[in-house]
């Protein structure tokens, strides 16, 4: 956001908000990096700490050199007693914890929010304000007309969430030795955590570049590492960095190992049994590692932000709490690491959190007309690709899919692609025109069905680019007016599950008790409710069709039918109606079976007359 929008209010001067003392003067500059020795006594004596000042003269100790205190520094100062020297560096500690001149944002999601002044120069650079131009949930906006969302304000709701955590952890066990590096480091990991999303978010590295770059295997979180020390060496941030107490590149390496989410080397399972395979943080601080992008569990504050944020705009419920995990987060041993933990009653709450997840996809993220829409998009792009000249460093031009290997490049890359094409007057560029012009005026690609395979037989990832060719080859018993070939079909095979495929994710989340809270338990679903899922994975299988006139249309649902009975998978909800003279021939499509729900009133109650005689009976020969 530009310093001319709602973060224009400062703090007053005290970090807890407290007045000073009467008759005491404030330090004279707002910036506590730039108080002298005097400044730093002024601050002491506000805070009550005035029998310190003289050590503080004696040692020197301005401004910028409180971020690196330590107790034992303390100690050479002069300051013996341990209470004093913990009372200290609490106090020096919410210089940074709560800074002086944070800057405030009003965000429709959790209100109003402090963001330090760090994080303030990061977000005040062209890397970052690029994310206004990426709309957070891609092609659902032509569905969801709320969902105008952009990746900009959900980074900063995610550096938001991320100190609460890391802040609520540091204040409930001090023992955890919590600095303001990791506090820094880890609001950093979370703003920039989605800086390397390209147009449409999850299209580009979802769709189009295993369409266009079929040999390079690429996500986000690789740009987002790139654009991140983009950021820094084209901004000169490094000194800045420096200026507010952190450590290069030690920490730096912190904040890319938080972006990405899973480790450089080693298998990362962390359980203690292994080398530890970060550099940033020593396995005392591993838990740090589960706040911005948790691979172990998927519970973390960047799907805590995505799920209030995308609900608040789709117009869903969000049944997730994350103010109530906030309160019950706490760090405990567990097979030798240190890992964030909650209380054992609030394991409905983190299901709640992952069927939440699921309802999304299954209403917005994975809905039938964003799918075809995005695959249009999608066919567009790769049909401009060759043609798009995008100037990186040196003058150096590349196109959309080669974008990716240049920051500067990649900079200029957003969802204004998509206008640039629509407008543009090339003529190599009229058929990706044609199709994006589709979509406006909502001549999208046609609906054929759905169904799903067996959980014993999912369709392996080999096998999505041969499912066209063989709902094409299928020939069903009745004859078809028309032959349509291949390239006249679209097929997306969605993966719903929890986020760990057919895994229980709640099976590596550990839990303690009020009566021990040090000790760590896992809970089984069977321990919380009978109701929960069986399976925690399926497979839902969506078929188009380019063609629109009716003769294309009869004939893709035939085919379509006659290919889910030849592969044995569920009927098409509409298979009765758009193939009647098919469905009949698979005999477990039929609904004769004991579990229908339809059967007549009048003959369940003479079922049930029947067996209360019999009943009787039975009693009489007792």
Known sequence: MNRCESRKRRRS????????????????KSNYQEWDVEDVCRFLRMKGLGKFEQLFRDAQLSGDVLPMLTQRDLEKAGVSILG??????????????????????????????????????????PQFQRLRFIKQLGGVYF??????????????????LAGQLVKALCGRQPELRINHRDILCVQIAGLCHDLGHGPFSHLFDGKFIPLTRKDLKWKHED???????????????????????????????????????????????GDGSEAWPYKGRTREKGFLYEIVANKRSGIDVDKWDYFARDCHHLGIRNNFDFERFLKFARVCEVEGMKRICTRDKEVGDLYNMFHTRNTLHRRAYQHRVVNIIES???????????????????????????????????????????????????????????ILNNVLCRRL?????????????????????????????????TSLEVKLGPEDFIVNVVQMDYGMAEKDPI?????????????????RKDQVSQLLPERFTEQLIQVYCKKSDDQSLQAARKQFVQWCINRDFTKPRDGDIVAPELTPLKPDWNNSDGDSDDSDPWDELQSQRQANSHRSLAKAFD
């Open 223 to 269: 740009a987002s590492l790139a654009m991140f020390d983009h950021l820094i060496d084209t901004n000169g941030l490094e000194v800045v960095l420096l200026s507010y107490g952190l450590v290069l590149p030690e920490d730096v390496k912190f904040i890319k190992e938080q972006i990405q989410g899973r480790p450089t080397e080693g298998n990362g399972a």
């Open 445 to 477: 690609y046609k609906w054929i069905g759905q169904t799903q395979p067996a959980a014993e037989a999912m369709i392996e990832q080999e096998e999505f680019n041969e499912l066209a060719n063989q709902i094409a080859a299928v020939a069903p018993s």
């Open 507 to 523: 099976n590596k989340v550990r839990f303690y008790c009020k009566n021990n809270p040090n000790r760590t338990i896992k809970i």
């Open 84 to 125: 004093d020297r913990l009372k200290l560096i609490k106090c020096i500690n919410t210089l940074w914890q709560n800074p002086i001149d944070a800057k405030v944002f009003n965000d429709p999601i959790h209100g109003h929010i402090e963001m330090h002044p760090l994080l303030v120069r990061i977000i005040d650079t």
């Open 376 to 434: 249009m998009i999608t066919e567009a792009l790769v049909l401009a690709d060759p043609h798009i000249e995008i100037v990186g460093k040196d003058k150096k031009k590349y196109t959309i899919s080669k974008s990716i290997e240049d920051m500067e490049a990649y900079t200029k890359l957003t969802d204004n692609i998509f206008e640039q094409i629509l407008y543009s007057s090339k003529p190599e560029l009229w058929e990706a025109r044609k």
């Open 143 to 160: 569905v969801y007309p709320g969902a105008s969302h952009n990746r900009f304000e959900h980074s900063i709701g995610v550096a938001h």
């Open 13 to 28: 001067f005290s970090p807890d908000r407290g007045s000073p003392e009467p008759g005491v003067l404030q330090p004279r």
